[in-house]
């Protein structure tokens, strides 16, 4: 398991590197990252030169923009004037010694810019993603455990209802319902922009705004969940070896929790290491709707601005993301599953 370990992470290089520089470039095409002055009376010409020449944009995207992306930019002396004299040397580290950048938009360092970010996206998603499992492993098993009834038929009819149902539709009738019928739960921001919650109303307020974006992202989630859930139970139950627990009289619970759940779970454990990676880049339609300040706000916002250092950030964080709980998942699946082994 060692050895597969570390030529996963060795492979994984490569490809990271690979993502990045293609963002990269990508990015440096697509537009004039500065355009948005342009609409700013009081920037002056001058001004936008200097931001320019500040951020490196007057120079070729390759070599010099790469390099220093890449490297840092204390290797040159800068010349922020345009005057032809070099004013001092450059402070930007470049992304293989950690430092991504100053944000175009924000005007501050990316990583205290995702910092900012990044904490709010990870309590929607996870909290989504708790609920989704709790919600998904009962009703899953339920149904499995009382196959084709007049329960089981409803929980799979709403389950393909809901899954064929696009997010932003889900997002906008739990509004309708919630926010405009009954007037009972917020729709925007994370909390109440009215009134300075303090003490124990604070956490309260945070927890009313979550609970329309929680289940924007939970509902599809579940009903995606639950049916691999049903169908894993329902062929694991008719195993040899659950016929054997059960004929060695031990309880339907303990068969179902200690003996079936455990190999149900599996096809679980694969949509969740594939998924929770996109919690770190932010559900970009929920945050859009509800207002939720997050990842997937700032991607949208950076994009706008073609602000590259952010986007080259999110982008890299998620692929990082997406290869780690590959191999987190495989390693859970050999802790749950004895037979698999790696070479």
């Keep these: 398991m060692g050895r597969y370990i570390l030529r996963r992470i060795l492979q994984a290089i490569p490809l990271l590197a690979i993502v990045s520089v293609l963002v990269f470039f990508l990015l440096k095409t697509a537009g004039d990252p500065l355009a948005y002055l342009a609409e700013d009376p009081t920037v002056t010409e001058a001004d936008r030169a200097l931001i320019r020449a500040q951020l490196g944009l007057n120079e070729p995207v390759f070599p010099h923009q790469f390099v220093t992306w890449l490297i840092g930019d204390d290797w040159r002396m800068r010349d922020f004037t345009g005057d032809g004299v070099p004013d001092d040397y450059g402070t930007q580290r470049g992304i293989l010694r950690g430092d991504f950048g100053e944000s175009i938009r924000y005007q501050r360092s990316v990583s205290d810019v995702v910092s900012d970010f990044l904490p709010n996206t990870l309590l929607l998603g996870f909290s989504a993603y708790v609920l989704t499992i709790i919600f998904s492993l009962v009703i899953g098993m339920y149904a499995a455990l009382r196959p084709y009834t007049l329960a089981d038929n409803l929980l799979t009819g709403g389950a393909f209802v809901t899954y064929s149902m696009p997010i932003f539709l889900i997002a906008l009738l739990l509004v309708q319902v919630f926010a405009i019928w009954l007037d009972v739960l917020p729709v925007q921001g994370m909390y109440d922009a009215r009134a300075a919650a303090r003490g124990i109303r604070e956490p309260l307020d945070l927890a009313r705004h979550m609970i329309l974006p929680v289940l924007s992202i939970a509902l599809i989630s579940i009903a995606g969940y639950s049916r691999y859930v049903r169908s894993s139970m329902l062929e694991v139950i008719n195993s040899d070896y659950i016929r054997t627990a059960r004929a060695k009289g031990l309880p339907q619970r303990r068969v179902v929790s200690l003996h079936a759940l455990k190999n149900a779970a599996l096809p679980l454990v694969t949509l969740i290491g594939l998924d929770v990676p996109f919690i770190l880049s932010g559900a ?24 590259a250092p952010v986007l080259i950030f999110i982008v890299l964080m998620t692929a990082i993301a997406v290869v780690l709980m590959q191999l987190l998942t495989d390693i859970a699946y050999a802790t749950l599953d004895p037979r698999v082994r790696y070479s």
Excluded: A, H, K, R
């Design 284 to 307: 970009i339609v929920t945050e859009t709707i509800f207002g939720w300040p997050g990842m997937g706000q700032l991607f949208i916002n950076s994009l706008n601005f073609l602000d």
